[in-house]
């Protein structure tokens, strides 16, 4: 079975300082994992995915994430943090012996100060 | 652009009544998903579909069912509404029939209230 634990369900950050959101995983196989984001009163959007190709992923508005094998780990990162970053994350592990059926976190409600 | 589009963005209905969400997107896409997302526990499946007339159970698929009679268009069923089937209910689409790597796209949600 696969499944992802973030570790915080609130995080607050000044403007301009990093983010740091936690994601764990755990699975039998190589796992294919996604962060998305979800702003207020609107649908999830994909920020990035790792799919076992480079460990270091870049994804849009600036955010990246790190696969670390040995850590079970894909932390979600950004340098300086924007006001119109506020939202839900989630992070997601696929089930590729269930074909794309994807499983989520609870998620992380980001706030940012201004 | 992807475009997915749920028919209401608000729902009220009653205990018992029998309530239908549809979801419509626009590029083709063979695989539709059904989620429900609750506070504290992230978006669960209830059913996915994997072209027209296929489905298959998800995690949670109990007191619902779904239809998928054109490519296009995936219903989901409240066949008697119960109070704990207030949520927000997701559809999302993605190309492909058993990649998990490809992105899945998300319609804005609707919010049903079952009174």
């Known amino acids: 079975a696969q499944s992802v634990t973030q570790l915080d369900s609130h995080v607050s950050v000044s403007e301009g300082t990093p983010v740091l959101l936690r994601c764990n995983y755990s699975?039998?196989?190589?796992?294919?994992l996604f962060w998305y984001v979800q702003h207020p009163n609107k649908g999830l959007q994909l920020l990035l995915k790792?799919?076992?190709?480079?460990?270091l992923v870049k994804g849009i508005n600036g955010f990246e994430a790190e696969f670390k094998k040995s850590e079970t780990s894909f932390h979600l990162t950004k340098p300086s943090a924007h006001m119109s970053d506020a939202a839900e994350y989630f992070c997601?592990?696929?089930?590729?012996?269930?074909?794309?059926?994807?499983?989520f976190g609870t998620g992380t409600r980001l706030a940012v100060r201004p | 652009d992807v475009k997915v589009t749920q028919s209401s963005r608000y729902l009220v209905k009653r205990t018992g009544e029998k309530v239908f969400l549809e979801c419509v997107q626009d590029?083709?896409?063979?695989?539709m998903f059904w989620y429900r997302q609750d506070p504290g526990l992230g978006l669960r499946l209830i059913y996915f579909?994997?072209?027209?007339?296929?489905?298959e159970k998800g995690d949670i698929p109990e007191g619902y069912s779904v239809s998928r009679e054109k490519k296009e268009r995936f219903s989901l069923i409240l066949e008697s509404a119960s109070t704990n089937q207030t949520s927000m209910y997701l559809c999302?689409?993605?190309?492909?029939?058993?990649?998990?790597?490809?992105?899945?796209?998300f319609g804005p949600g609707t919010r049903l209230t079952v009174l």
């Open positions: 997601v592990v696929s089930k590729k012996s269930s074909g794309d059926k994807l499983t």
């Open positions: 579909s994997y072209d027209v007339k296929m489905k």
């Open positions: 699975s039998s196989y190589s796992p294919s």
């Open positions: 790792y799919t076992s190709a480079a460990t």
């Open positions: 590029m083709d896409h063979e695989n």
């Open positions: 999302a689409s993605n190309r492909q029939g058993r990649s998990s790597t490809d992105t899945q796209y």
